[in-house]
């Protein structure tokens, strides 16, 4: 049984199929670290459980800056499985039809626009929402 260790200092067991899902299950409810079972057991951080899903490129999930890549399609692929986020879901989240999510979810380089990324980011937990301050925009 997999289990995750949450900011707040508490502990609790995941009922996942798999090591992909219980990775997911912790960037998704922003636990501090995996516990995986085995021998010896052993524990992930979350930049840990980021790397291993191929979501840890530079940038792929800051503010927009004008030299910002788009995602791949295995980005937004994973990022998807991370938020459990079906195209059609998706799309209704971003407002678009969920033919053009399939289009970024296959194409060799999801052309989408930063906008539509940054939400589907945030909405899965990865990327903070910026917050107002004193007229400025801070991460």
Known sequence: MFALLLRDGSRTEIDVPDFLEAMRAALRL???????PGDPPRSMTADQVRQELAL????????????WTPPTAAEFRELLRVADLSGSEAGMLVGVESRKIRKWASAEKADMPYAVWRLLSIYAGLAEAPRRKDNEITK
């Not at 922003?30 to 995986?36: F, I, P, R």
């Not at 840890?56 to 030299?67: N, S």
């Open 30 to 36: 922003d636990a501090a670290q995996l516990e995986v």
């Open 56 to 67: 840890d490129r530079p940038g792929l999930f800051e503010p927009y800056a004008r030299d």
